[in-house]
C-alpha cells in the first residue's frame, strides 16, 4: 500500500477536528520532504512535496521513486487529499488533520483504519536511482 500521509505525535482524537482543506495541505508541505511511519513502527517512506501539487514518493530502503500528483476530492466540509501515482492509475485518498504542530493522516481506502504520523523532515532532500531530487 502506497502511503502518503503527513503528521506528528497524535494529540487529541481527528473525530473532534475538522479536516485541513487542500490550501491548508499545500501550505503545509509544498517544499518539504517528509519521512512517514505507523504509530509504533519504523518509517517505511519519504515523500517530496514539489510546486503545482506534484510529489515523489520512494519507499525506505530503495531508491526507486514514483512521481505522481495530489488533489483535494470532496466536499468543502470534509475534504480528502487524494495521490495518483504514475504506476498506480487508483487514487489514494488521505483526510489530514492538524494535531499540534503537526498532522495526523487518516488512509480513506480502507475505511480510516490506517493512520500514519510525519516522522522526520529530511533536510538532505530525497535519493532516487542514485541522484537527489
Known amino acids: ?53 506534484r510529489v515523489t514518493w520512494a519507499f525506505l530502503g530503495t531508491d526507486q521513486c514514483l512521481e505522481g500528483t495530489w488533489y483535494p476530492e470532496g466536499p468543502a466540509d470534509s475534504p480528502a487529499i487524494c495521490f495518483v501515482y504514475v504506476d498506480d492509475p487508483e487514487p489514494q485518498c488521505w483526510r489530514f488533520f492538524r494535531e499540534g504542530e503537526g498532522l495526523r493522516a487518516e488512509f480513506l481506502n480502507d475505511g480510516g483504519s490506517t493512520v500514519l504520523y510525519e516522522l522526520i523532515e529530511e533536510d538532505a532532500g530525497l535519493v532516487c536511482g542514485g541522484v537527489g531530487v
Open 1 to 53: 500500500m502506497r502511503a502518503l500521509l503527513l503528521l506528528f505525535l497524535l494529540a487529541t482524537p481527528a473525530a473532534a477536528q475538522d479536516p485541513v482543506t487542500a490550501e491548508e495541505f499545500e501550505e503545509l508541505v509544498e517544499g518539504r520532504t517528509l519521512t512517514y511511519g505507523a504509530e509504533g513502527d519504523p518509517a517505511y517512506g519519504i515523500e517530496l512535496y514539489r510546486p503545482n501539487r
